[in-house]
């Protein structure tokens, strides 16, 4: 399997078979139901990223267009009301492919948040803790 490059990104969170289901969400993430929904319409294309403020604001900052996988984390971010994306280095990723770990951070290591593994090109409800713990070889200490 090729791993995707970030160039490649651009559309593979429309892919609704590959994130987490909205009960999912509303069960493991402890959110509202409606929120739940909206983060779902991100995650599978059916939401303009521009009418998030948050995705919005970042995309206007910037020189270069983001991604459309970046401004999404931003708008889960945002709807999920929390502390910002991480990334956690992979120790293969190079200047041209990321394999590493998106994460919505939550402020504790092991509660339970929306993750994206560009690894796997998959959305997971995961902890960052986890992902270190269960695959230590992967990472960067």
């Not at 708008?75 to 120790?91: F, K, P, Q, T, W």
């Not at 948040?113 to 090109?121: E, F, G, K, P, Q």
Request: charged residues 30%; glycine residues 4%.
């Amino acid at each position: 399997m090729r791993h995707k490059t970030k160039n490649d990104i651009d559309t593979c969170y429309y892919n609704a078979r590959r994130s987490p289901s909205v009960n999912a969400m509303v069960k493991y993430l402890g959110l509202e139901r409606e929120t739940a929904l909206a983060i779902k319409r991100v995650l599978t294309g059916r939401t303009d990223l521009m009418t998030v403020e948050s995705a919005r604001k970042r995309q206007l900052e910037a020189y270069n267009p983001h991604e459309p996988l970046t401004l999404a984390l931003e708008a889960v971010n945002e709807l999920m009301e929390l502390y910002g994306v991480e990334y956690i280095a992979s120790r293969a990723d190079t200047m041209h492919e990321v394999q590493g770990v998106e994460y919505i951070n939550n402020g504790d290591t092991y509660n339970l948040t929306m993750t994206y593994d560009y690894r796997d090109d998959l959305w997971r409800i995961s902890s960052w803790g986890n992902y270190i713990e269960l695959e230590p070889e992967r990472f960067k200490d």
